[in-house]
């Protein structure tokens, strides 16, 4: 069985020393990425859905690319992704996904939940990919 290869992208720095986390693994030929949040490059959280969830699949690429710089959207197979209002969020997710994977439709387990882990989160989402060969 391969080792675990842990990984973290410029401005998550702060995040992995006070929470002893990583935002992404390499397994082998398979990446997975932390759940990534609606979180800009300072760390800031902006209160509207739909930013959320573009800066979090903007944070699954930078997971994705600080693994292997080969890696895209296209990579990607499977998607998790835990939301606080479910109402308010899916149809802004299905759009999302229409429009960053014209190309594939990858696997999708979407939950309704209490609350997120940093207060002013509203959606938080995981991936996993396949390297490139």
């Given amino acids: 069985m391969p ?13 992995a020393e006070q929470y002893h986390y990583s ?3 390499k397994l082998g030929n398979i990446v997975r990425t932390s759940g990534q949040g609606g979180w800009d490059e300072k760390g800031g959280i902006t209160s509207d859905i ?4 573009e800066l979090a699949f903007d944070n699954i690429l930078k997971s994705l690319k600080a693994v292997d710089s ?3 959207l296209d990579n990607i197979y499977a998607i998790r992704s835990y939301h606080t209002d479910m109402d308010a969020s899916f149809n802004i997710m299905t759009a ?3 429009k960053l994977f014209p190309n594939h439709r990858p696997i999708w387990t979407c939950v309704q939940i209490g ?3 940093l207060e002013d989160m509203k959606v938080e989402i995981e991936a996993e990919a396949l390297l490139p060969a």
Avoid at 50 to 53: L, S, T
Wanted: glycine share 4%; aromatic share 14%.
């Fill in 23 to 25: 935002q992404a693994v």
């Fill in 96 to 98: 999302q996904f229409k």
């Fill in 50 to 53: 739909e930013k959320q969830i």
């Fill in 70 to 72: 080969d890696l895209s």
């Fill in 3 to 15: 080792s675990a290869q842990f990984f973290n992208y410029p401005g998550t720095e702060i995040n």
């Fill in 115 to 117: 609350k997120l882990a």
